[in-house]
């Protein structure tokens, strides 16, 4: 079953503007992470946050986490073209198991 | 380089030809994963495995099997494939140090069952 849901499935936005992608997810969590994808190509990591930290920055990323609505954020600043791609939360649950469980996706399209 | 290999990246198959499709990593990772990927589904985990010899099944096992005979090697294996296993298929990888691991893909399998 999944574990994260994106929000929205799809975002198209100009080039120099902000993008919020949001994940919500069922189960306690270990970390959350967020992940990126280009048409049909693997996936690689953006950025972990763990469950006791409520924002991290990455360059132009930013992530927020708040435990008691179980939902993160993935904020884009000053998105480019090539940030087009899809995004995809993961969690990592709060018991002994490691188990990366994805959502389905925000699909981004950064307008030039 | 720290990669994750899959091979073959395309496939063409008939139903019920076995068929095998590798994973390699070089970064002696204790974890990995076989993940499909359907449209509007998002990935979905098929195996995974926390170490050698020690696999387990994830949300959709039916028609796979998994091997995990070395640390570096886990093969995914459709004895019998079936149409509805057309799918985008990735490998994964992470270390066990901790939960705070990100995982590592390999580029993809792209199976079709005809």
């Known amino acids: 079953s999944q574990q994260g849901e994106e929000d929205p499935q799809a975002l198209s936005i100009q080039e120099g503007e902000n993008a919020t992608m949001n994940c919500s997810y069922k189960t306690s969590i270990n970390n959350l992470q967020w992940y990126r994808q280009n048409s049909g190509r693997g996936l690689v990591h953006l950025i972990l946050?763990?469950?006791?930290?409520r924002e991290k920055h990455s360059g132009r990323l930013r992530v927020t986490l708040d435990t008691s609505k179980k939902s993160s954020s993935l904020l884009i600043t000053a998105s480019r073209a090539a940030d087009t791609a899809s995004y995809f939360c993961a969690t990592v649950r709060m018991d002994s198991s490691y188990k990366l469980i994805f959502g389905s996706g925000t699909r981004l399209l950064v307008r030039p | 380089e720290a990669q994750v290999t899959q091979n073959p990246r395309y496939l063409i198959t008939v139903t019920g030809k076995k068929l095998t499709v590798t994973c390699s990593q070089n970064m002696n990772h204790e974890y990995m994963s076989w993940y499909r990927q359907d449209p509007g589904l998002g990935l979905r985990q098929i195996y995974y495995s926390m170490n050698v010899e020690v696999t387990d099944k994830g949300d959709v096992p039916e028609g796979y099997k998994v091997s995990r005979k070395e640390k570096r090697n886990f093969p995914l294996i459709l004895e019998s494939p079936s149409p509805n296993q057309t799918s985008l298929y990735f490998c994964?990888?992470?270390?066990?140090?901790?939960?705070?691991?990100?995982?590592?893909f390999g580029q993809g399998t792209r199976l079709t069952v005809v």
């Open positions: 994964a990888s992470s270390s066990l140090l901790g939960l705070e691991t990100e995982a590592f």
């Open positions: 946050i763990r469950s006791n930290e």
